[in-house]
């Protein structure tokens, strides 16, 4: 249902029963089309030309080489009667098109080939060779303010912003239905050059090509990271920022193997330090080996993912919404979702992809409070954290297209707060890894004891219901909670070339004295923090030096949290955060500062 709330749309979806290969907890998508417009990038594949006419029967396969020796395959493919429509030769897989019913016995039987298989039983869409752009999304200005939502104190995320709120060096990947880029919570942080559409398994680099051609990939991103800025929402690491690979096609709204192997390898390609997927690969939900097409996808995807993981990223993927055990795995009752589904009898080699891929970092669902969403999946050896995902009337609040806000439930919802974590992990210590930030994610997880339910099984520290525990975003930035009262001030002041302003806080109900010990987070957005002198000022007027930056510092913005020894002033009245512009050409805003009693 739908209700209109200051503006927002607020959207209840019960998961429950409901398989995520579409957009985990979504509507239907809508239409979507626009005039095209150029934008010059490298694309992450080699591509064939476009100007091949489809033709009804087109199906896509997945030809798998050895790495780098792609070259042969893609001449067979054209002399069997396929056409090459993308090919990864660092990786070894082609995706070739071919209306052809004999296509992939040939191509099996090609020296070099080492699989094929075909990744949907549908037909490729005529769309695919002259894709039309999403919508450009009429924005609606929000006069929501930010507040503390009940997911986000759940983790302690408000808490780990006083510390920092990432780095923008932190690039994370929304893989999904795509990201409205204009939402006004989403632009200050959105990485257009790296963005992308991998529909049909190909980049598609145009202007808005990555937007969302639902609503999921934009709720997800606003969980992951939408901006400190007094508006709406705040994402659990809103320092970062975020680029959109959309991999749903239009219409079905589906993510098939190409599109993920398209979206993994631009991943790699393009630094992403982490990436969210909150799907899985279409059309089946589960992957067996022992069939000839899945055990193909199954590669694929894998290499994909691995490349990705060599280049410095960490993939975290949603368990799913069905309340199955994927350590227990009996029945496949979804598959496949491009045609019939039928009920078919499955074992635990039969794969979740990606999300139980090797590496791949999988995500829980839980409610408000330490419980078990009712719609998550579970597994012993395959959960790897938990975090929110919504249940019931207690959903995921967050950005939604054009301007909007709206709830949703799912463990799409649950992946996007552990990659904001991982993503304040990674601001926290560039160099590491993704084994690394795996390992980290595992350590500062909170212990979650099985509820009364006989199908949970473990210990409080590790069990099939929530892993290694819930995450906490303050944990993971190398905090505890912060002692004493705590105010803070979000509204924005500009800060002009060659001037001094200030920014208030009044403080109430404190006694005594300040500590010894005062927090002081600031961010300033300014393009030479160079130019900057930071103070604070106390009710008394005393000012207490917090920064003198180097005139010669030519990095953007002042993003930390500094330590006063406040003890001489009273705690309540007016405290104000002063910052000095000591030179011309750049210019910047305080974006939000607070104090910690």
């Known amino acids: 249902m739908a209700v209109a709330a200051l503006g927002a749309t607020v959207t209840l979806v019960a998961p429950t029963g409901i398989a995520y290969a579409t957009p985990m907890s979504d509507s239907p998508a809508p239409a979507a089309s626009s005039a095209p417009a150029a934008r010059a990038a490298a694309p992450a594949a080699t591509a064939a030309s476009t100007s091949s006419a489809w033709a009804a029967g087109t199906r896509a396969y997945l030809v798998i080489t050895a790495p780098g020796a792609t070259s042969s395959a893609q001449a067979a493919v054209t002399a069997n009667g396929g056409t090459v429509f993308a090919s990864y030769d660092a990786i070894g897989v082609i995706v070739a098109h071919s209306a052809a019913a004999g296509f992939p016995a040939a191509m099996r039987a090609v020296s070099g080939v080492q699989q094929v298989g075909a990744t949907r039983t549908s037909d490729v869409p005529a769309d695919a060779y002259n894709p039309a752009l999403p919508a450009t999304p009429a924005q609606t200005a929000t006069t929501l303010t930010e507040t503390t939502r009940w997911d986000m104190a759940q983790i302690k995320a408000d808490q780990a912003w006083t510390v920092t709120t990432g780095s923008p060096n932190v690039k994370v990947g929304v893989l999904d239905t795509g990201v409205d880029d204009l939402h006004q919570d989403l632009a200050p942080n959105f990485d257009a050059a790296d963005s992308v559409s991998c529909a ?118 949603a368990a799913g919404n069905s309340d199955y055990d994927l350590a227990h795995k009996t029945t496949d009752t979804a598959s496949p979702n491009d045609s019939t589904p039928a009920t078919r009898t499955i074992t635990n080699a039969c794969l ?166 005062l927090k002081v987070g600031v961010d300033i957005k300014h393009t030479y923090r160079g130019d900057l002198v930071v103070s604070l000022v106390a009710p008394s007027g005393t000012v207490y030096l917090l920064e003198d930056i180097a005139d010669g510092d030519s990095a953007d913005n002042v993003i930390k949290t500094y330590t006063v020894n406040a003890s001489a002033e009273a705690a309540n009245g007016t405290w104000k955060l002063r910052v000095r512009d000591i030179a011309s050409q750049d210019t910047g805003k305080i974006d939000a500062w607070n104090l910690t009693f």
């Not at 705040?234 to 219409?251: D, H, L, W, Y």
């Not at 790897?384 to 709830?407: F, I, Q, R």
């Not at 892993?467 to 500009?494: H, S």
């Open 200 to 317: 049909y398994g190909k980049a598609d680099t145009r202007t808005g090509a990555w937007r969302d051609v639902d609503t999921h990939g934009t709720h997800v991103a606003g969980t992951i990271a939408a901006a400190r800025n007094g508006k709406g929402v705040v994402g659990v690491a809103p320092g970062v920022k975020i680029a959109s690979v959309r991999i749903a096609e239009p219409t079905s709204t589906l993510f098939f193997a190409e599109n993920t192997v398209c979206g993994f390898v631009w991943a790699g390609d393009h630094g992403f330090k982490v990436t969210n997927n909150s799907y899985y690969t279409d059309p089946w939900q589960f992957n067996c080996p022992d069939n000839i097409d899945q055990a193909a996808i199954i590669e694929g995807v894998r290499r994909a993912q691995a490349y990705a993981e060599g280049k410095g990223s960490l993939q975290v993927a």
């Open 352 to 517: 979740d992809i990606p999300t139980e891929l090797p590496g791949v970092v999988t995500v829980a669902a839980m409610g408000s409070g330490n419980v078990k969403a009712s719609y998550s999946n579970f597994g012993t050896g395959v959960i790897d954290v938990a975090a929110p995902g919504g249940d019931g009337s207690s959903g995921v609040y967050s950005t939604l297209p054009g301007g909007k806000y709206g709830s949703k439930n799912g463990t799409s919802m649950a992946s996007p707060h552990v990659t904001g974590v991982a993503a304040l992990l990674a601001s926290a210590d560039p160099a590491a890894t993704p084994a690394d930030l795996r390992a980290k994610l595992a350590s500062q997880a909170t212990d979650t004891a099985c509820p009364s339910d006989s199908r949970c099984t473990g210990t409080a520290a590790v069990n099939s219901f929530f892993g290694e525990g819930q995450v906490d975003a303050l944990k993971a930035v190398g905090a505890t909670p912060p002692a004493g009262k705590y105010f803070e001030n979000l509204t924005d002041v500009t800060v002009p070339d060659n001037a001094t302003v200030d920014s208030p806080i009044s403080v109430t109900g404190v006694s005594g004295n300040a500590p010894a010990t």
